[in-house]
Every structure is written in C-alpha cells, then in structure tokens.
C-alpha cells in the first residue's frame, strides 16, 4: 500500500486523454550494428528495442498512452492488464526513490489498473527491487535479456524443418494469431484481440509477425522487431497441445535466418527461465536478469 504520507498526484497531465493513430514510425530502420562490444551494450540495445515495442502500442491503439515522470517511463490505460500498464525505464537517484515510487503507483491507483515495473540490469538504482516490495509490489518472476550472434548459426535447411511459415498479412493470419497467442499465454480473448489490431496497423518491414503451421493446423507464432540495430524476438507463442513437436525452435530459426539475410549480426529476446534451455541451444546467451515487480490496485 502507499504510505500516508506519501503525496497523493493528479494523473500527470502527459499522459494523454486520447491518441490518434499513426503509421509506425520508420526512423527505427537506420542502422544496423556490425559488432557490440559488451555485454552492457547488448544489454542497452535490447532495451532500447524493447522500448519501440510500447511505441507499437502508442501508434496502433487510442487505449495506451504514454506515461512519463521524470526518468521514469512506460504505458498507462484504462485496460486492466499488467501488460499494457508498465514501467519499462527507470533510472532516478537513491534520494528520491520513495517519493518516485508512491508517486508513479498513485497514477495507477487513480486508474484502477495493476503496474508491472520492470528492472532491466543496468536500472538504477541498485535497491530499486527492495524499495518496490516495501510499496507493497510482488516479484513476478524475472526474463533473461539474452543474444545471440547471428554469423555464428548455420543455415537452416528449410526441406527438413517440421513447419510452414508464413508472414502475418491478412485476416485469417490475424485471427490464427489471436487464437495461438490466447491458447499459448492463456489469455483473456478481449486482450489477444488488441494485440491483433495492433500487429494488423502495421504496414511497415520494421515490425513482421508470422505463423507456423503444421499441415493445416497453425500451431506457433512470432513477432519480429528491426530497432536500434538489433533484431528483436517476441511473441514467441505455441499452445500447451503443440508444446515439444519442435515448432518454437524451428518459427525461432526461421526468425533468426530472416534477420541474418537482411545483414543484421544480432538478435535479441527476453526469455523466461523455461525457454532459457531452448535459445541456449539456438546460440543466445543471457546477459543479465530483467526482474519483474507487480503492484495490483485494491
């Protein structure tokens, strides 16, 4: 709970009443990096890409809108799911941490949705996870943001692979998609729904999704993000019916060659512990854990 004390805000006037929607913004596709030089800028660059992903949001949806206060910046709505009402990056000195957190979680209680406040490893600062329990947040678990080289893999031979792949472009790729990504994430359909007129806004090569099917049954799903010089992997998504037939190592793969032959080096991912064993296989490797903080509203 918010302490007492704690100075009640006004949802700040940043955050929109409303947001028209925009065509996905192209300035993402400018560069493509040759070779990163650690681990904290793989970590960086996956952030940053992970970051244009709540701009996918923003652009293709008039529910989300941009929350900033101060160094802290993430999604508001009116949608109670934690997805869509986050803290992606914070960074904020030690002395101002508890004023920070009562203030940004008042926002939310004014809203009435849950907040997920993510922890990326460079976030600072460094108690940032004991100060959000203090609030009252539970630790949802953590991601591993993980890499991988991509001039290392080989090239798959797509005779042999147990899938036919096919890029999101109409409505029955759309309506395949809601029903993999509800199925795989046991997701309210209303929510998968949103997802689905947000991937079907996009018109541009910076954002591709594509679906796996297995004859004619579609049975796994992806998403693909070309930002900040890093190819980013999400919704990787198969249904608990599909689960060990080798199809999210195989739409993953495919992924992977995709942005190997549009000259991208590396790609990147957010995995659970479970799926860390898959992508080790696959050539990522983890640079850190992404902790992951809930406050839900009373």
Known sequence: MIGAESARLTPSSEIATKYTKQPFPKCYEVIILSELQSSNEIIKRSQQNSH?????????????????????????????????????KANTLSSDIDTVIAEVTQDFIDR????????????????????????????????LA?????????????AQAPLAIEKMSNDIHQQHFKDIFQKANGTDPLLAQFFVDLLATNTSSTLETYIGYAGSQHVTTLSVLYAHGVAGIYNIGTP????????????TRFAMQQAKAK??????????PIGYNLYQRLGFQSHGEVQQYIYEPE
């Open 52 to 88: 244009v992903i709540y701009d996918v949001f923003l652009m293709g949806s008039n529910k989300v809108h941009p929350y900033h206060k101060g160094d802290i910046h993430g999604l508001i709505s009116d949608i109670p799911v934690a997805l869509v009402n986050c803290i992606e």
């Open 146 to 158: 993980m890499s991988c080289d991509l001039t290392a893999i080989e090239d798959m031979d797509e």
């Open 112 to 143: 009435h949705v849950p907040v997920l406040w993510k922890i990326w490893p460079l976030g600072e600062p460094h108690h940032l996870s004991k100060c959000l329990e203090h609030y009252g947040y539970i630790n949802a678990g953590i991601e």
């Open 240 to 251: 608990a019916s599909q689960a060990r037939k080798g199809y999210a190592t195989a739409i």
């Open 263 to 272: 000259g991208y080096r590396y790609a990147t991912l957010q995995s659970t």
